[in-house]
């Protein structure tokens, strides 16, 4: 599988870089190289797993699988598509927090013998806190922005000074979170694959992650014209999905083994870290861009954001899951996609 991966990504940099490829193909190569990608990250952090708490590993995993989502969006700064970097940092909050964790609850779920997935209850209460205290900041902002009020022609400083109160916040999370991680269940198989080549082939694909989203994405303006989608729905939906291939695979694979606290840590870790730290991070770091971040967002982004974190605290806040839950998650995704598809 490795040899495949790296195949897919040297024909995906050939798409690329070659002329006379048509884009629909380079988009099709780069979409197959990200899941090959996503196989290997989710073989290493299992690996990886098998000898630390899930505390640890799944935010190496959230860090080294979000790479794609920072490069991302950082490129579309650079070249002044602020649209194409919104649409995308909220799609990964979105796809994360409802199709992926769906997905995760029904494998957990059917996995379980009595068709209830448990996991500690403290991670997910913690993420629906920080997903929370970002909705309230992007609210605030909206509303001033709705309403033209005074505070309206200040959008700019009030993201940078919510940015970093967030980022106070997150920092002083992680420290908690991290000391409170538990010892790896020994009960399961010894690791396979060295310390040492676990994490390298964790930096080598999320590194390569970063490369070949930029490629998928350099693809898929020429797609959505062919395909005639709208470029709303592609940010949300197509490029967020793509992006997150990492934690698609990583948290369903572990979650349909049984490796229900791992995989519940991969996932809302990211979660966690795209809202409360890589949104605030690219804020900041937007001030060296061509174009500027902010968190005043149009209005219906405002509302999936602000009913995401409340739907994914009441789902998960009890510690336990079922195929129904995960299922509720995956249709509210459905109908945020179906919107996405009819917005500009």
Not at 169 to 178: F, G, T
Request: glycine share 8%; proline share 3%; no cysteine.
């Amino acid at each position: 599988m490795l040899a495949i991966t790296a195949l897919l990504a040297a024909l995906a940099a050939l798409a690329r870089y070659a002329s006379g490829f048509s884009h629909l193909g380079a988009f099709v190569l780069a979409g197959l190289a990200l899941a090959g990608l996503a196989w290997v990250v989710s073989l290493a952090t299992e690996q990886v797993g098998a000898r630390s708490g899930p505390a640890a590993t799944g935010i190496l995993h959230s860090t080294i699988g979000n790479l794609p989502e920072f490069f991302v969006v950082l490129f579309a700064l650079q070249t002044g598509q602020r649209i194409v970097a919104e649409t995308a940092i909220l799609g990964s909050i979105l796809v994360n927090a409802l199709l992926v964790l769906g997905l995760v609850l029904i494998a957990g779920s059917r996995r379980s013998p009595d068709g209830v997935m448990r996991f500690g209850a403290k991670l997910p209460n913690d993420t629906a806190t920080l997903l929370l205290i970002a909705s309230f900041i992007i609210v605030l902002v909206g509303l001033a922005d709705s309403a033209h009020d005074p505070a309206s022609h200040h959008v700019r400083t009030i993201s940078i000074v919510g940015s970093v109160a967030i980022l106070v916040a997150y920092a002083s999370w992680l420290v908690q979170y991290l000391r409170m991680d538990q010892a790896p269940d020994r009960r399961r198989a010894a690791p396979r694959v060295a310390i040492g080549v676990s994490v390298a082939l964790l930096v080598v694909a999320g590194v390569g992650s970063a490369f070949v989203s930029d490629w998928f994405v350099h693809a898929l303006r020429p797609t959505i014209h062919q395909l005639r989608i709208s470029q709303t729905f592609a940010g949300l939906v197509i490029v967020a999905i793509a992006g997150n291939a990492v934690e698609n695979v990583t948290g369903i694979v572990l979650a349909a083994k049984g490796r229900y606290e791992l995989a519940i840590s991969v996932v809302k870790n990211s979660v966690a870290q795209i809202a409360a730290f890589l949104f605030p991070t690219l804020i900041l770091v937007s001030l060296l861009t061509a174009a500027s971040l902010t968190f005043a967002l149009a209005p219906v982004y405002i509302g999936a954001l602000f009913g995401t974190a409340v739907i994914v605290w009441q789902i998960t806040g009890d510690g336990e899951a079922t195929v129904f839950e995960g299922l509720a998650l995956v249709g509210v995704f459905v109908v945020l996609a179906t919107v996405a598809a009819f917005e500009t």
